[in-house]
């Protein structure tokens, strides 16, 4: 069960070093850089008397705001205060969050929400309600801007859970936060169902099914240590290059045991995390979503010591195949790269989308084009590298040059074709193979001779939709060697009020 008791002193003083502060102070003290955090709006207080409000009025009103350094660079930050009227959000609560949403947004610095409130303080009514749409606004008007990252620490619940959705990414405290539009108590009287808050809106559930949550983490402390690891690999807005880090780490570190980690047969599944961090600078792989729609993995990393966005099909997880969930997850991640300006990289081994009535119910044409859509989009810096299988649709939605990819690279392991073997046979000659003699040897002797045709990067390269058929161990210097050429990239959208992107 949930524990939203105040948090002891035990417990302040495992946050931030002190017992004697706030809760909230405390969780700020442990994301900013000791001693760097400067509160803003510290007296400010409600003007409300009804249901005995006026008794309670609290300075700052149950939320610090302010700004302090993460690593060097601004960043402001809020945290709501459960110590007081339950972190409920009012007028002058909410003013807060907005100011500070309009200061990060002009300063061009990320913001970073650390979320702990029963929602809406139901005592201020519509001015509670007025308070939200006034952060909402701003969030959407500051996204693609600068980075906002919220941090849910405690319950997040009704229309309080779109501050968190709308911003660039969530991490919930396992056990600690839910999130949901409808508790559990309204939830029992209007369907009659009982269902606890954690199975309703869980760190589980969210990280795990729904993709709400971008990171779980098992404490307080983890989750503000992943907001500062996420922050090293984001430019502080749009504007700015994203932070560089000094690597000891050679472009040309020696992969000869790089082609190895792809099992000799296709159908042997494998963790492409594997090849994806021998590439990237050693221990710089930071994962996103890692456990929703795990047959693509999205992920940070850094190459030569520039941040960037990697997207990869993972063969060890539904053999790699594209899906609904999958789409949106590296859609939205895409998107994200795209907005802030981190270049893009993608290793590729997909048989396709999933096919099946349980997946075009979903919404597969849609959720895929999202795919599709962020991809053709994307105006970054953009490296595609083909480990094994491309087929199909899916071989143009994976950052194929078609869609947009600067560099096409491929391993010679590379399969480019409309669809893998036995399919490609089963449709051609069907009616050739029954009549053979032996057809078992007739289905093999075509299967054979198909993929020697097709299941190689070698048509694809003459035609120049692959730049370059690689040796694995060349796969680190060339990519960052590509990204390196790519970096004064422009490759601006034709104007538009705003693109649209498919449901
Ligand atoms: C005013 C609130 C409050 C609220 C909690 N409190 N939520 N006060 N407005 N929304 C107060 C309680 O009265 C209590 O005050 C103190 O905070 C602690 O709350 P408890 O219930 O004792 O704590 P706990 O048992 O830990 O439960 C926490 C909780 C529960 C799960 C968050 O309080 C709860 O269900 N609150 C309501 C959640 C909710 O439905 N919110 C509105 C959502 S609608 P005292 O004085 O006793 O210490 C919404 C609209 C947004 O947010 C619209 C945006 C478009």
Redesign the pocket.
């Known amino acids: 069960m949930t524990d939203?008791s105040p948090a002891t002193p035990a417990e302040r003083a495992a946050l931030s070093g002190r017992s004697d502060i706030p809760l909230a102070h405390a969780r700020l003290e442990t994301l900013f850089d000791a001693g760097s955090f400067d509160e803003i709006g510290a007296d400010v207080v409600h003007r409300v008397d009804a249901f005995g409000l006026g008794e309670r009025r609290i300075p700052g009103d149950g939320v610090v705001t302010g700004a302090g350094t993460v690593e060097g660079r601004t960043v402001f930050a809020y945290a709501q205060d459960r110590t007081v009227?339950?972190g409920?959000l009012g007028e002058a609560h909410a003013m807060k969050i907005a100011r500070l949403l309009d200061l990060a947004d002009r300063a061009g610095a990320p913001i970073v929400a650390l979320l702990d409130s029963?929602?809406?303080?139901?005592?201020e009514g519509v001015d509670a309600?007025a308070g939200?749409?006034e952060i909402f606004r701003r969030s959407v008007r500051a996204s693609g801007r600068i980075p906002q990252i919220a941090i849910v620490c405690g319950?997040c619940?009704?229309?309080?859970v779109?501050s968190p959705a709308l911003m660039d990414f969530t991490i919930m405290v396992d056990r600690q936060a839910t999130m949901f539009l409808t508790?559990p108590r309204v939830v029992r009287t209007v369907t009659f169902e009982d269902v606890t808050a954690e199975a309703l809106g869980g760190g589980e559930v969210h990280a795990g099914r729904t993709g709400v949550a971008h990171f779980l983490c098992d404490t307080d402390t983890e989750a503000i240590a992943t907001a500062r690891a996420l922050l090293r690999y984001l430019p502080s807005s749009a504007a700015v290059p994203a932070p560089q880090h000094a690597t000891d780490d050679p472009i040309d570190r020696d992969l000869s045991g790089l082609g190895a980690l792809l099992p000799a047969s296709a159908r042997t599944p494998y963790d492409v995390r594997d090849i994806v961090r021998e590439v990237l600078d050693r221990d710089s792989l930071l994962e996103v979503h890692a456990r929703w729609a795990a047959n693509v993995v999205v992920a940070f990393g850094r190459i030569a010591g520039h941040p960037v966005g990697v997207v990869a099909n993972q063969p060890l997880v539904q053999a790699g195949c594209l899906d609904s969930a999958a789409s949106r997850k590296a859609a939205r991640f895409i998107r994200t790269c795209d907005a802030v300006g981190l270049p893009l990289v993608s290793f590729v081994d997909v048989p396709g989308f999933l096919p099946g009535r349980d997946e075009e119910l979903q919404g597969a044409i849609t959720h895929g084009a999202k795919l599709l859509y962020a991809w053709c989009e994307a105006t970054v810096p953009r490296v595609g590298l083909i480990l094994r299988k491309a087929y199909g649709g899916a071989y143009i939605v994976m950052n194929s040059k078609h869609v947009g990819a600067d560099v096409a690279l491929a391993w010679p392991s590379a399969e480019i074709a409309v669809m893998g073997a036995r399919g490609a046979v089963e449709v051609l000659l069907r009616r050739r193979i029954a009549a053979a003699d032996d057809p078992a040897a007739e289905q093999a002797r075509a299967e054979a001779e198909y993929a020697e045709h097709f299941l190689t990067p070698r048509q694809a390269a003459e035609r120049g939709h692959i730049d370059a058929v690689i040796p694995p161990e060349e796969t680190r210097r060339r990519i960052a060697r590509a990204l390196a050429h790519l970096r004064g990239k422009t490759d601006p959208l034709p104007p538009a009020r705003h693109r649209n992107m498919p449901t």
């Open positions: 939203r009227l339950g409920s029963g929602g809406a303080r139901i005592q309600l939200y749409g319950p619940a009704g229309g309080a779109y508790g």
